[in-house]
């Protein structure tokens, strides 16, 4: 049989671009195509992490701090107290997604990735490559093709986004805890906020989560003029039994994925998309299936403990409460989310 080319990947998003970067720096021919014509744009928090960035520029992805807002730690902030930590090194960064998007477009040209925007694949047969590659989100169809459809879905939440014209007041994130909810600030300009909102309640806006749970956000918030519509999308929890089988590899949200509380869904695609080139350059995908999880286990056990006081207000104040007191448990727990 003739391939066309080495790898066939299947979905432009993020986690599809990375795996056909990183394919390409293993020296094989790579295809990607999508439905969809970019840039692509999610609702999300927009902060990427200092090891998201060191994993961007290991696959030559160049995101300069002209593109959005640098921050240098997170800050909780609850009904009654807050605590702060800064990162253990480098800083992270705010930035639009579609921003990312453009720069990740960018990268993969260069890398001679051929990209066929506007090109839906019907099925696995319709692909002449030696590998085919699944980044085609959660509702994956690639994975369906590939009976790799086992998993456990563990939480499902609701996130919406919106950007405000308002300078930020903060060099870090900020995440506002409430009731069965979060509000994550983030700095993506010198002028401009990201707000998103998390909740398990799927007909919650961002302006009602505002008025009925964060009024002093609100207030700080009041008169600041929309810089984007608000945009929903759904965040999960879902781990596969196997993440490829024959010539098919899963990669990002197909593959699985984490809550967004963690803020780990980008950083964890590229460190994906390393080791599936890993795989594909040995000619064997059980490498990529044998370590799949491990690339995941700090970021769900961080899910876990931030979820957990996502439950209550008692646990979640008291948590804060705990953390508030001892600053320095909050910073090593910072440091190990960044991988430091």
Known sequence: MTFESDVF????????????????????????????????????GEGLMPDTRLDAAALGI???????????????????????????RGSGLGLRR?????????AAGHAGVQLRWGTPIASAADVP????????????RVRKWACL????????????????????????????????????????????????????????RLSEALTLHFPALAKRL??????????????ATRRLRHVATNNIALIGDASGSVDAITGEGIGLSFRQAALLADALAMGNLAHYNARHAALSFRPRCMAKLLL????????RE??????????????KLLAVHVGA
Request: charged share 20%; proline share 6%.
């Open 9 to 44: 990947v299947i979905g432009g998003g993020p986690a599809g671009l990375a795996a056909a970067i990183a394919a390409r720096q293993k020296g094989l021919t790579v295809i990607l195509a999508d439905g969809r014509r970019p840039p692509l744009d999610k609702a999300c």
């Open 62 to 88: 160049e995101l300069p701090d002209s593109d959005g807002m640098e921050f240098r730690g997170i800050r909780f902030v609850g009904e009654r107290c807050s605590v702060q930590g800064d990162f253990p």
């Open 98 to 106: 579609l921003a990312l998007h453009e720069r990740m477009v960018e």
């Open 129 to 140: 490559a030696r590998w085919i590659i699944g980044a085609d989100g959660t509702g994956s």
């Open 149 to 204: 459809e086992s998993s456990a879905t563990h939480t499902r939440r609701f996130a919406q986004r919106q950007h405000f014209a308002l300078a930020p007041w903060s060099p870090r994130v900020e995440v506002h805890w409430g009731h069965g909810c979060q509000i994550y600030i983030t700095p993506t300009a010198a002028n401009e906020l990201c707000v998103a909102l998390i909740s398990r309640d799927p007909r919650l």
């Open 222 to 235: 009041r008169g600041a003029e929309p810089a984007s519509a608000e945009r929903g999308a759904v965040t």
């Open 308 to 315: 957990t006081m996502d439950r209550g207000r008692t646990i």
């Open 318 to 331: 008291g948590a804060l409460g705990a953390l508030s007191s001892m600053p320095s448990v909050f910073q």
